[in-house]
């Protein structure tokens, strides 16, 4: 069983689309992650929902906009792609709170986002 | 300033050796602290959590924690090929309250 899952696992698409990316995780974790790893490996927070309230939303663009139906999944649904948004986006869980002392995140397998 | 700083490599090391991978932050105030391992391709994957000051070992896997030096450490004992990879370091619990990533040192073991 997957804990953390996402799709899709590869995204395609074209300057200017709308896409979504969805998030279940099956742990039971009250909190859930998004972030985004760009081509230097750095992996950095975008969003963070704990039982469905918007808890960390970094300075993003507001293009990108995460909702959260239930504490079991997390989507992030981006406006007007644009060629920087190309990247990997990690989904993740945790039992407690964001960053909390002691509160281990587990990542989804990723979704790879390139824009043409 | 970074706020967890790591050196890229990569890191290269002959099989059977000990990879000791370093990373420092800077926040004062960050109480836990993890490794990741990331495979190419793949999702970053815990591999240890450190809280205290001192020394923590699972298996060939030993971390390393001085909150007074702001460094954590990983050691590898016995390096395998398998274990070539990028590792993450993280502080979490900090003022942000955010878990705080590395730019990850990338592990090259070779046979």
């Known amino acids: 069983d997957t804990a953390v899952s996402q799709t899709p696992k590869y995204l395609v698409t074209q300057m200017g689309n709308d896409k979504s990316i969805k998030c279940e995780q099956n742990?039971?974790?009250?909190?859930m992650y998004w972030y985004k790893q760009d081509s230097k490996k750095f992996l950095k927070i975008m969003f963070s929902y704990n039982n469905k309230e918007l808890i960390i939303n970094e300075t993003v663009p507001n293009r990108f906009s995460p909702k959260s139906p239930d504490k079991a999944h997390l989507n992030l649904h981006i406006n007007s792609l644009e060629l920087g948004d190309s990247a990997v986006y990690f989904c993740a869980s945790s039992r407690g709170l964001a960053g909390g002392p002691r509160d281990t995140q587990y990542f989804g397998p990723g979704t790879r986002l390139t824009v043409l | 300033q970074k706020e967890v700083e790591q050196n890229s490599g990569p890191l290269s090391v002959p099989e059977g050796a000990i990879a000791s991978l370093n990373c420092t932050y800077s926040?004062?105030?960050?109480?836990?602290f993890f490794w990741y391992r990331q495979y190419s391709g793949k999702s970053p994957e815990l591999i240890m959590f450190?809280?205290?000051?001192g020394d923590k070992e699972d298996g060939r896997f030993t971390a390393q924690l001085n909150k007074a030096s702001q460094y954590v450490s990983l050691l590898i004992r016995d390096s395998q090929p398998s274990d070539s990879a990028t590792y993450l370091c993280?502080?979490?619990?900090?003022?942000?309250?955010?878990?705080?990533f590395g730019t990850g040192t990338l592990l090259a073991v070779q046979p």
């Open positions: 450190i809280y205290s000051n």
């Open positions: 993280a502080a979490g619990g900090g003022a942000t309250n955010k878990l705080i």
């Open positions: 926040d004062r105030g960050s109480q836990s």
């Open positions: 742990l039971g974790h009250n909190t």
